[in-house]
């Protein structure tokens, strides 16, 4: 296990340091519409930073990198922090009908299609070295994730307000707020076609929102990375209504573990293990 560690860090960090992409003229433009900017050119390419749709300069860039280094470097010192993530023994929830600044996810999975789960594993797989934004909770899956108790916002909506995955990955940042990291479905083409061989990647502006491994309940944005699917999760409400039951069909014919969330506390009680 520690030999694995030890190359996922070698591997994100050498990823870390490659990067280095430079924003187009249609990033730039794109930018302007967003924020109306009257900055130059150069000084838009030097310093914007609107990490939520991937348009940021080359110094925010720079900043972020030595963020993730320090994350890095602080889970160098904590291999068991590290080892409970790669190995699902902790709640590690990714929604498919969270609904955030640049996310619409709702809107697709709940009315245009029957099949989210199918679906979107069909576009981003079983396993990706993409990486996710989730929300995680220090306990084993079935156990009450207390998300009350250190809940900032996005945890209490992945956990009683929809349906989503259940995964396992590297701990490539864990927040206690909500960072605003990169969504991917609103980056450019540019951006993802710069990352295609390595993985997208996400950021974080600084170590002020780090959880500590030592001493954490729960992480409101997990940037979870070579990430595996294990089960799917499902809010109880949806079980309750007639018009929701494709989702439930869904989830049950992936032949992987299939668990109900309590819509109040979020504790999930497995009903299908794997076929």
Same mark, same amino acid.
Request: proline share 4%; aromatic share 10%.
């Given at each position: 296990?520690?030999?694995?560690?030890?190359?996922?860090?070698?591997?994100?960090?050498?990823?870390?340091?490659?990067?280095?992409?430079?924003?187009?003229?249609?990033?730039?433009?794109?930018?302007?519409?967003?924020?109306?900017?009257?900055?130059?050119?150069?000084?838009?390419?030097?310093?914007?930073?609107?990490?939520?749709?991937?348009?940021?300069?080359?110094?925010?860039?720079?900043?972020?990198?030595?963020?993730?280094?320090?994350?890095?470097?602080?889970?160098?010192?904590?291999?068991? *922090?590290?080892?409970?993530?790669?190995?699902?023994?902790?709640?590690?929830?990714?929604?498919?009908?969270?609904?955030?600044?640049?996310?619409?996810?709702?809107?697709?999975?709940?009315?245009?299609?029957?099949?989210? *789960?199918?679906?979107?594993?069909?576009? #981003?797989?079983?396993?990706?070295?993409?990486?996710?934004?989730?929300?995680?909770?220090?306990?084993?899956?079935?156990?009450?994730?207390?998300?009350?108790?250190?809940?900032?916002?996005?945890?209490?909506?992945?956990?009683?307000?929809?349906?989503? #995955?259940?995964?396992?990955?590297?701990?490539? #940042?864990?927040?206690?707020?909500?960072?605003?990291?990169?969504?991917?479905?609103?980056?450019?083409?540019?951006?993802?076609? #710069?990352?295609?061989?390595?993985?997208?990647?996400?950021?974080?502006?600084?170590?002020?929102?780090?959880?500590?491994?030592?001493?954490?309940?729960?992480?409101?944005?997990?940037?979870?990375?070579?990430?595996?699917?294990?089960?799917?999760?499902?809010?109880?409400?949806?079980?309750?209504?007639?018009?929701?039951?494709?989702?439930?069909?869904?989830?049950?014919?992936?032949?992987?573990?299939?668990?109900?969330?309590?819509?109040?506390?979020?504790?999930?009680?497995?009903?299908?293990?794997?076929?």
């Amino acid at each position: 296990m520690k030999t694995g560690i030890h190359s996922s860090l070698r591997q994100i960090i050498r990823e870390l340091i490659l990067e280095d992409y430079e924003l187009t003229p249609f990033d730039i433009a794109r930018y302007r519409r967003t924020t109306h900017s009257q900055q130059t050119d150069e000084e838009i390419r030097q310093n914007a930073d609107h990490r939520g749709i991937g348009i940021q300069g080359k110094l925010p860039i720079q900043r972020d990198k030595q963020a993730m280094r320090d994350w890095h470097e602080l889970m160098k010192q904590n291999p068991q *922090f590290v080892k409970k993530f790669m190995e699902g023994q902790v709640q590690i929830l990714h929604s498919l009908t969270y609904r955030g600044t640049y996310s619409r996810k709702a809107d697709l999975n709940d009315f245009g299609s029957k099949t989210p *789960f199918s679906d979107w594993i069909k576009t #981003f797989g079983m396993s990706s070295r993409d990486q996710l934004s989730c929300v995680a909770a220090n306990a084993p899956i079935g156990s009450d994730p207390r998300i009350w108790e250190w809940d900032i916002g996005n945890a209490s909506k992945a956990y009683t307000e929809g349906y989503g #995955f259940l995964l396992k990955g590297y701990p490539a #940042f864990g927040a206690k707020h909500d960072i605003m990291t990169q969504t991917l479905s609103a980056i450019p083409d540019t951006l993802r076609d #710069f990352h295609k061989n390595s993985g997208q990647v996400k950021r974080t502006y600084s170590m002020d929102p780090a959880i500590d491994p030592k001493d954490w309940k729960g992480i409101d944005e997990l940037i979870l990375d070579n990430w595996q699917i294990i089960g799917v999760y499902i809010t109880d409400r949806y079980f309750r209504n007639p018009s929701k039951s494709h989702v439930i069909a869904d989830a049950l014919s992936l032949g992987i573990p299939v668990w109900r969330s309590n819509s109040g506390s979020g504790k999930m009680e497995m009903i299908q293990r794997n076929n």
